[in-house]
């Protein structure tokens, strides 16, 4: 949370170093997501949704401040002792973002850190936690006079694992079973931009 506010606290330093050039947008975007490894089979294509700030003081490079959410069924399995659940997770996020070729149609790309609570899939074996979260990907948007319309990647690899399920060996302890469940989102965007 504090590299959160860190990162808040820099975009407003970069505020009044605005050039001619510089855009602050506020974007909703909306799509789907899928686990992938431990619960690359063990889930269903989920939803996702979110809403950035970004500020680009030059036309090239810039921060974005955001918020991703998503929700996923977790399929029953009898090997890993796992019942059904929908797993949620709620990510906070900072990235530098890199505008490859600026212009009508801007293609993206970027990279930082973020925290993400995961919840709701206790009945999986899924405690909820926060997780330490390093969020990539790429993009392409366009302005429409004051607005933006894109598409967006974002893969979202999890520091720590989230483990999938549990099983007693003979009444005695649980065996945790499953491991690392990254996860990648794909989205619409529509937002304002302001010049």
Not at 37 to 42: D, F, N, P, V
Not at 57 to 63: C, E, H, Q, R, V
Not at 156 to 179: E, M, R
Request: hydrophobic share 40%.
């Amino acid at each position: 949370m504090k590299k959160l506010l860190l990162g808040f606290a820099a975009a407003l330093a970069f505020a009044p170093m605005a050039m001619a050039d510089s855009e602050f947008s506020v974007v909703l975007q909306g799509g789907g997501t899928k686990y992938n490894q431990a619960l690359s089979s063990g889930s269903d294509l989920g939803v996702a949704y979110g809403a950035r700030l970004g500020i680009l003081p030059t036309p090239m490079l810039g921060i974005e401040l955001g918020y991703l959410g998503s929700q996923n069924n977790v399929k029953e399995s009898l090997d890993l002792g796992r019942s059904a659940s929908t797993i949620k997770t709620n990510e906070g996020y900072g990235d530098l973002r890199l505008n490859v070729l600026p212009g009508a149609f801007t293609p993206y790309v970027f990279g930082g850190y973020g925290i993400t609570w995961v919840n709701g899939g206790q009945a999986s074996g899924i405690p909820n936690r926060s997780v330490n979260t390093l969020p990539f990907g790429g993009g392409i948007e366009t302005n429409i006079g004051d607005f933006k319309l894109g598409g967006r990647f974002q893969y979202n690899y999890l520091f720590n694992k989230i483990y999938t399920g549990n099983s007693a060996a003979g009444g005695v302890a649980s065996v945790d079973k499953g491991g690392n469940a990254d996860f990648y989102n794909v989205s619409i965007d529509l937002g304002a931009s302001f010049r």
